[in-house]
């Protein structure tokens, strides 16, 4: 997908610094309203098009890789936000990081062709599923979740966040959450 030093070979100190850079600045501009441009990229991190190009050939290269990381961050939060709180609050928070990245995750995947995409939705589904089961595992370990929830039926629910514009995904996105985690929630005796 992207363009990288070839494996096992590894990047020079400046080009992996300028890589880090690249990604840093999409991650913030992909954000933004409106298409990821490549030459506001570039300005937002302070080098030449020509060595961004070298990065990422094109803008679906730098759009997947966005998304890779996006995925990574999120799986990655569940063990953290477990270790700070209680299993039921820990899946309330990472809920609010899936509305983050389901916007990121509408952006990029109108961008990129569906075979790309199938490469993606290949590369989220299954560590997001186990970052899901980590949280419920923890909340019916703890009591606080419905036995009964699956980490299938919390996907379904959560895959709509992607398919809202940004307006109603502020609008609504923290409501919707809320009304799946109290769903989610074990009943008192």
């Given amino acids: 997908m992207s363009a990288s030093a070839p494996s096992g070979t590894p990047r020079r100190a400046d080009a992996q610094l300028n890589r880090e850079r690249i990604l840093t600045a999409a991650r913030v501009l992909v954000r933004e309203p409106g298409e990821l441009k490549l030459n506001a990229v570039a300005k937002a991190c302070g080098i030449g098009q020509g060595t961004l190009y070298r990065h990422f050939p094109t803008r679906e290269d730098l759009l997947v890789e966005v998304y890779r990381q996006e995925v990574d961050d999120l799986v990655a939060a569940a063990p953290r936000l477990l270790a700070r709180h209680q299993p039921a609050d820990a899946l309330a928070a990472w809920f609010d990081r899936v509305a983050a990245y389901a916007r990121v995750k509408r952006d990029v995947f109108a961008a990129v062709e569906a075979a790309t ?22 909340g019916r370990a703890a009591g606080t979740i419905r036995a009964d929830a699956e980490v299938r039926d919390v996907i379904v629910l959560i895959s709509w966040l992607s398919r809202l514009d940004d307006a109603e995904l502020d609008a609504r996105g923290p409501r919707l959450l809320a009304i799946l985690i109290d769903g989610l929630r074990a009943s008192r005796p």
Avoid: K
């Avoid at 995409?117 to 923890?138: K, Y």
């Fill in 117 to 138: 995409w199938r490469d993606l939705a290949a590369h989220s589904l299954g560590p997001i599923g186990e970052a899901v089961e980590l949280l419920l595992a923890a």
